[in-house]
């Protein structure tokens, strides 16, 4: 959907978040009797840190106007890394770029249990607002306005999967017209 051009655009440095880190890996709980209900808090926890990190990474491809060394890769694979990677290379091939950054307020809607040949997965319901978040001219650094029929703040799902020791990948990134 044309809507979700997820550009993080600006060459000024100093607007540009710092490279993200390797997510780190699910920690076991302390206690031995751990419920089954705590540890998914805990992994719920963990996949809203790795969305969070996702969504750095994307604000620094986005700004640069190239995935080269922001680091999406770490996050993201499959679908959601070709999304990423199509919306940056489309930026970039406008004379596009991204300023400022995002918002976003994201929730687990579904979580399922890693279980014997199957890993844990998540889907994250997440209300984005790209109001802070402008497209600029890479050349004159000019804001380029939304089309009128396209929503600052809208909804975004997005599946991702526990790939144990390497963290959570997000899978799937799905933007919706639904405001939110």
């Given at each position: 959907m044309?809507?979700?051009?997820?550009?993080?655009?600006?060459?000024?440095?100093k607007?540009?978040?710092?490279?993200?880190?390797e997510?780190?890996?699910?920690?076991?709980?302390?206690s031995?009797?751990?419920?089954?209900?705590?540890?998914?808090?805990?992994?719920?926890?963990?996949?809203?840190?790795?969305?969070?990190?996702?969504?750095d990474?994307?604000?620094?491809?986005?700004?640069?106007?190239?995935?080269?060394?922001?680091?999406?890769?770490?996050?993201?694979?499959?679908?959601a890394?070709?999304?990423?990677?199509?919306?940056?290379?489309?930026?970039?091939?406008?004379?596009n770029?991204?300023?400022?950054?995002?918002?976003?307020?994201?929730?687990?809607?579904?979580?399922?249990?890693?279980?014997?040949?199957?890993?844990?997965?998540?889907?994250?319901?997440?209300?984005?607002?790209?109001?802070?978040?402008?497209?600029?001219?890479?050349?004159s650094?000019?804001?380029?306005?939304?089309?009128?029929?396209?929503?600052?703040?809208?909804?975004?799902?997005?599946?991702?999967?526990?790939?144990?020791?390497?963290?959570?990948?997000?899978?799937?990134?799905?933007p919706?017209?639904?405001?939110?």
């Amino acid at each position: 959907m044309a809507v979700f051009t997820l550009s993080a655009c600006s060459e000024n440095k100093k607007d540009a978040p710092s490279s993200p880190k390797e997510p780190a890996p699910l920690s076991p709980s302390k206690s031995s009797s751990a419920s089954a209900g705590s540890e998914e808090e805990i992994a719920k926890t963990e996949v809203l840190r790795a969305y969070d990190k996702f969504w750095d990474a994307q604000v620094a491809a986005y700004q640069k106007g190239s995935m080269k060394g922001a680091g999406v890769e770490r996050y993201a694979t499959a679908k959601a890394l070709a999304f990423v990677d199509e919306g940056v290379r489309s930026m970039a091939k406008e004379g596009n770029r991204k300023r400022g950054k995002p918002s976003h307020k994201a929730t687990v809607s579904k979580f399922t249990a890693r279980k014997p040949g199957s890993a844990a997965t998540a889907t994250i319901s997440d209300c984005l607002d790209t109001s802070s978040w402008k497209t600029v001219k890479k050349d004159s650094g000019k804001v380029v306005p939304l089309p009128s029929d396209v929503p600052s703040r809208f909804t975004v799902t997005t599946k991702a999967e526990d790939w144990g020791k390497r963290g959570w990948r997000m899978l799937e990134v799905t933007p919706t017209a639904r405001k939110c």
